[in-house]
């Protein structure tokens, strides 16, 4: 960081918070019906689908307490950095257990790296949060997410290429990220900021062509294409990384293929350029 920034953003490696919550019903059955899955009705015990703890531990930041872009302000567990652009790169994760609907759960989370680069659009800031959920049998579910906050784009900076998207899927799904689709997603997730759903915001604040869909989102629809095809598959390890942003004002497609014990899946938008990689690694089913 630059001497005027007046912080030393390092100090902020090792910072840890502790959350409670409870693998509530009603949130599964209201994400089964956003992603357009005809699922029964979640019961007590039932498996919570891989990605779907993000429907918990969510931040309830007071409304005097957020921002412009609708985040909470900069400050507490995640370092105050004070570049305006803040977006999800990717995570990877580690499955122990299932949760279940009723779950007590906690969260442990630590900041575990902040480093700074320089990039096409200028100063990049990446911080690397580590998060251990558990249940009543022990840790069920580690993260690793990774967070970057940049400025907002040099107008006459040159766009990275494209990269064009695998063309041998085995599974595709197109999804049309309507203004519906972000808004019940960020309602679900709590999540405020207003590039998903403040079109005006979004293009003439951020200068985004349309509204950002979440990344989060994507990683769950591309999840959520593995489940469809191979519903019993025995997901321990995924990661995903986000490669261009994906807006409302075109379809985009979730694709995937089996690869030995691994499923390869990405996201490509309607040019058919590659907008996340992600990656599952399964084992045996215990059955």
């Not at 089996?258 to 690694?281: F, R, Y």
Request: glycine share 6%.
């Amino acid at each position: 960081m630059s001497p005027s920034d007046r912080i030393n953003v390092t100090d902020w490696i090792g910072k840890t918070e502790t959350r409670l919550d409870v693998v509530s019903a009603g949130p599964v059955a209201a994400l089964s019906a956003t992603l357009d899955r005809d699922d029964p009705e979640p019961q007590p015990g039932d498996p919570l689908p891989l990605l779907w703890h993000w429907l918990f531990f969510l931040d309830r930041h007071r409304a005097s307490e957020l921002g412009p872009d609708g985040h909470a302000r900069r400050g507490g567990l995640l370092p105050p950095i004070p570049l305006p652009r803040r977006m999800w790169a990717g995570s990877r994760f580690e499955f122990r257990q299932l949760l279940r609907i009723g779950d007590h759960m906690t969260r442990e989370t630590r900041v575990i790296d902040i480093k700074e680069k320089s990039g096409r659009s200028g100063r990049l800031v990446f911080v690397v949060v580590r998060h251990e959920i558990s249940n009543e049998a022990g840790v069920a579910i580690t993260e690793e997410h990774d967070i970057v906050y940049r400025d907002h784009s040099r107008e006459k900076s040159p766009a990275a290429p494209a990269q064009p998207a695998p063309a041998d899927a085995a599974w595709e799904r197109t999804i049309e990220p309507d203004d519906v689709l972000l808004f019940r997603y960020s309602a679900l997730t709590f999540n405020g900021h207003r590039i998903h759903y403040d079109r005006r915001y979004a293009t003439e604040v951020e200068g985004y062509p349309g509204l950002v869909v979440h990344g989060p989102l994507i990683a769950t629809l591309l999840m959520d294409l593995l489940r469809r095809n191979q519903p019993a598959a025995n997901v321990v390890r995924f990661s995903f990384r986000a490669v261009s942003p994906l807006f409302d004002i075109s379809p985009f497609v979730v694709c995937g293929k089996p690869d030995g014990s691994k499923v390869q899946l990405w996201a490509k938008d309607a040019a058919g350029n590659l907008a996340m990689t992600a990656e599952a690694g399964l084992e045996p089913s215990a059955d």
